[in-house]
């Protein structure tokens, strides 16, 4: 514990620290603390984390007899860099552009993956490509710099040299905002990003030569805590592995290792964790098997479920314990196993584990209360520090201020009856390259005059809604969504749309029709200017064949699609009431991929309906 008496002085005084180890009952923090009979603290006291997650006392869900709304005055030091925490972003506003847009910050980052820097504007049809160059994780700051030229090139520095460059077609001009450190969801969603929040220090932001504040600020605080740039946290995929040879561990007495895993692969045999000292620790068919010298010992329970599970070894006074979970202790089993060489490297994966592993302690004399940072070890294969795939990345966000992940959530805690959400009725969810409905209908009711309607929700700023052809493929309708506008496409390449973007989230009605020699559009009671059809256009309009498709057109008309230059895959969002000459059509002859709609939040999943849904997985 550290602990300034005079924080308020300017300067504030000088910080006593406090060391005391006790002796551990339990392997894991999970206990109710009995009422306490002293006096009530009068005063301040101010948080800046826990567990390196940002705490405030202002954002405690229960506070008794606390001020919120007139915060401690206190001496706090100039800002000069801010701590991104791996769940938020900031963003900036891009006030006036000269020549060129040039934007300059200073980063230090331990992590290799994080999403830095978000710009978007409707002309930028690429992303900068990289020039395979590793520059990150980096031990000190480093300045970097995007640079977006008024010849069409983005340009990306670090150190005075170049390490990503690409030309792409847009008009920097356009451009009004940006992100640093992340996104919003809505911007995840519409555009898939998946890359998680960047975690490091960030200073000296500036567009040109002006230094910029952000706007808004989500999952950032002041200063850079480097004890929390470690990576705890590490994915691994076959036969990949972390190593590292740490100083003064060894498996004498009084020394624990915690490491935690997430395993998410069906079972088998895979390692999890080695040394050279004799300890071996690997997951065999779901169980938990740990090998010390010629000793071996098998958990009571399998583990291999996709959740998180504490491990720990203790060596006490020559015997040996393992504790799974805080309850389960294993059993000791006959027999004896060798255990591989590393040369004195504790190893974490390789061979046949896939999984992640998180907060390795060691209690190693330099390290004794801190888990390892796993940034500093060496990797091999395709191993990814500071994620876990198996992690709902699109919800950080959302999950910084409910997750209790200051205590790390209780294992398996009970939970509460599940409240299914609100489904939307007569709609289906698509989205992909396979998502599609398919309705059959008699020739005379696509001629002559066919009249479509449906109503689209989606935060998506392409993908196909619609699509019918001719016999031949002479001649299509198509509705569908570019750039965030509805556009109908007829005939060979004729197209309508309105000016305004519909990918905001919320539902529109649509409304689509052949009228003779036009054709219309219609989209919250405003009308495109209608379309013209030749006389020949118009008689290969008379000619559809069935069925017509809402989402994805099937494999055998993609060649068509792309010579039309029409959209593959569906539009990823919601369509409801879809009708026919006025009449509902309710039921689909074929749904592939296409499920239900639900008012709400949503995130990436699969949806099985139970009614014969599966999937087929072939490794």
């Known amino acids: 514990m550290s602990f300034t008496k005079v924080v308020t002085a300017r300067p504030p005084g000088l910080t006593t620290e406090y060391k005391n180890r006790g002796e ?14 002293y006096p009530k603290y009068t005063g301040c006291i101010e948080f800046s984390s826990f567990n390196d997650k940002i705490a405030s006392l202002y954002n405690f869900q229960n506070a008794v007899e606390i001020n919120k709304d007139s915060p401690c005055k206190r001496y706090v030091p100039p800002v000069v860099s801010f701590y991104y925490e791996g769940s938020g972003y900031g963003k900036a506003i891009i006030k006036s552009v000269t020549a060129a847009l040039r934007i300059r910050m200073d980063v230090f980052i331990r992590s290799e993956n994080s999403l830095l820097f978000y710009i978007e504007a409707e002309q930028l049809l690429a992303a900068p490509a990289t020039n395979n160059i590793k520059v990150f994780p980096q031990s000190s700051w480093v300045e970097f710099f995007l640079i977006f030229k008024a010849q069409g090139e983005i340009e990306v520095r670090m150190k005075k040299e170049q390490v990503a460059r690409a030309t792409v077609e847009y008009d920097y001009k356009a451009f009004k905002e940006f992100y640093i450190g992340g996104a919003p969801t809505e911007l995840r969603e519409k555009y898939n990003i998946t890359m998680q929040p960047f975690k490091g220090c960030m200073r000296n932001l500036k567009i040109g030569s002006d230094n910029e ?3 808004e600020q989500v999952g950032i605080s002041n200063g850079c805590p480097q004890d929390s740039l470690v990576s705890r946290k590490a994915d691994f995929s076959l036969k990949s592995s972390l190593s590292a040879k740490l100083q003064g561990f060894s498996l004498a007495d009084d020394e624990v290792t915690v490491p935690r895993i997430q395993e998410h692969r069906k079972p088998g045999s895979h390692s999890a964790g080695q040394t050279a000292n004799g300890m071996n620790l690997k997951l065999e068919n779901g169980h938990v098997i740990l090998s010390f010298n010629n000793k071996i010992w098998k958990s009571n329970k399998v583990y291999n479920d996709g959740l998180w599970h504490y491990l720990t070894v203790t060596r006490r006074s020559g015997s040996i314990k393992l504790v799974i979970d805080d309850e389960d202790k294993g059993q000791e089993q006959s027999g004896s196993s060798s255990i591989p060489d590393t040369s004195g490297n504790i190893v974490l994966g390789k061979d046949t584990f896939k999984g992640c592993i998180s907060n390795l302690y060691t209690r190693r004399p330099t390290n004794l209360y801190k888990a390892e940072d796993l940034s ?4 091999s294969g395709n191993v990814k520090i500071d994620v876990c795939t198996a992690d709902t990345l699109a919800q950080l966000m959302m999950d910084r ?9 209780a294992i398996n805690e009970s939970l509460s009856a599940c409240r299914l959400p609100t489904m939307v009725q007569n709609a289906y969810r698509l989205g992909g390259p396979v998502s599609s409905l398919s309705y059959s209908l008699p020739l005379q009711v696509l001629q002559p005059r066919p009249h479509f309607s449906l109503d689209i929700r989606t935060r998506a700023g392409e993908g196909l809604l619609f699509f019918a052809t001719t016999r031949g493929g ?3 309708l198509a509705l569908y969504i570019s750039k965030g506008r509805i556009r109908l496409s007829v005939g060979k390449q004729k197209e309508i749309f309105n000016r305004e973007k519909y990918n905001d989230g919320k539902w529109h009605s649509v ?12 989209v919250d009671g405003i009308r495109a200017q209608d379309g013209q059809l030749t006389t020949a256009e118009l008689n290969s309009m008379q000619q559809f064949v069935s069925p017509v498709h809402l989402g994805s057109a099937p494999e055998s008309l993609h060649k068509e699609l792309k010579l039309k230059a029409l959209p593959r895959q569906s539009v990823s969002g919601c369509i409801r009431n879809f009708k026919m000459n006025g009449a509902p059509m ?4 074929s749904n592939h991929g296409a499920g239900p709609c639900f008012e709400g939040q949503t995130q990436r999943g699969a949806y ?12």
């Open 376 to 379: 500093t070890f060496t990797a």
């Open 24 to 37: 551990e009952g339990k392997n894991l923090l999970d206990i109710t603390t009995p009422p306490l009979n």
């Open 401 to 409: 201020a409910s997750k209790k992940d200051f205590v790390m959530q």
């Open 511 to 522: 409304i689509f029709s052949l009228e003779k020699k036009k054709f219309r559009l219609v």
């Open 586 to 589: 309710s039921n689909p002859t």
């Open 213 to 215: 504040h952000l706007e």
């Open 474 to 476: 002479r001649s299509h």
């Open 608 to 619: 099985f309906s139970g009614n014969g849904a599966h999937i087929v997985i072939s490794e």
